[in-house]
């Protein structure tokens, strides 16, 4: 009986790899994403109900749906656009770039050839970040769970992220505070992740950077960051292209993410000194996903 068994689960793998080899194969898979954000603002000297209007505005960015439309070897993860998004954001402009993020346009994966090519726009310019795949040291665990429809196997692994990578702060500053925190070397932390994977989908492709296990990955926990599939679509009538993009300036996730911190700290110096010339006092502390 073991036997038969065993020969049966073979042959629905034999099946299943078969339909993958076809060179019409194609499916989409989408994930909400949740990330949690502690601010204060205490100590801001905004009024009420404009950090009210703040903090609604912060739970929109950090709430969001995406689409991944992948094949065999390629995979293009997309934010998708919703009408009322401008209206939603808190107004124009009011978006968060994370360093080391996913990207604001198109995020194309090649796992054949582990190269990335990511579209972000920021401060109405619009760069392409070329890269190789960030590999990942997965451990498969034992524990099973089923989402939707779909079996899930559980793995786990480590990532190191910038201790303050999510962390904002505007206002005044003790001027000894900033020129210690000028010759620290950035701290890294640990940060566990967990995810959930279908062999019955069997594609190594997931959302955002994860990628590298035996199925699809259909959810991710990693700090206090999730990310949830909801629903998938195999084979559909109407394909779509799944190509890697070729506009913006060219540079690396490194280059990419050293020009962010150069202008998030111009920025952060510009609120500073527009607030003391109001005579604004104290400040505000935004963290994300931690």
Known sequence: MLNVLLKSI???????????????????????????????????????????????????????????????????????VKLDQGAAGGGPGMRFAMMGGGASGKYYKNTQTKTS???????????????????????????????????CFKATTIIEMPANAGTFSFGRQNNEKKEAEKEEEPKIELVPVT?????????????????????????????????????????????????EPDKGKGMTQKEYDEMLKVKMKEMQERFSNERQKSGGAGGMHIRIGG
């Not at 960015?61 to 995979?75: G, R, V």
């Not at 090519?117 to 769970?145: C, H, P, R």
């Not at 019955?200 to 959810?219: F, R, S």
């Not at 909801?230 to 190509?243: L, Q, S």
Request: contains cysteine; aromatic residues 10%.
């Open 10 to 80: 073979v042959l629905v793998f034999l099946l299943i790899q078969t339909a993958l080899s076809a060179q019409d194969f194609q499916g989409s898979a989408v994930y909400q994403t949740k990330t949690k954000v502690e601010m204060d603002l205490a100590a801001s000297g905004i009024p009420a109900d404009r950090i009210k209007r703040i903090e609604e505005m912060m739970k929109n960015q950090m709430e969001k749906t995406y689409i991944l439309t992948f094949d065999k070897t390629a995979s293009i993860y997309k934010e998708e």
């Open 117 to 151: 090519a990511k579209e972000n726009e920021f401060s109405g310019k619009n760069f392409l970040i070329k890269d190789v795949l960030k590999t990942y040291e997965w451990k498969m665990e034992q524990e099973t769970k089923m989402i939707g429809n779909n079996l």
């Open 195 to 243: 995810a959930w994977y279908s062999m019955e989908i069997p594609v190594n492709h997931g959302p955002g950077d994860y990628w590298g296990l035996p199925g699809l990955i259909l959810e991710i926990n990693a700090g206090n960051t999730q990310i949830m599939c909801t629903k998938i679509v195999m084979n559909p009538k109407e394909k779509a292209e799944i190509t």
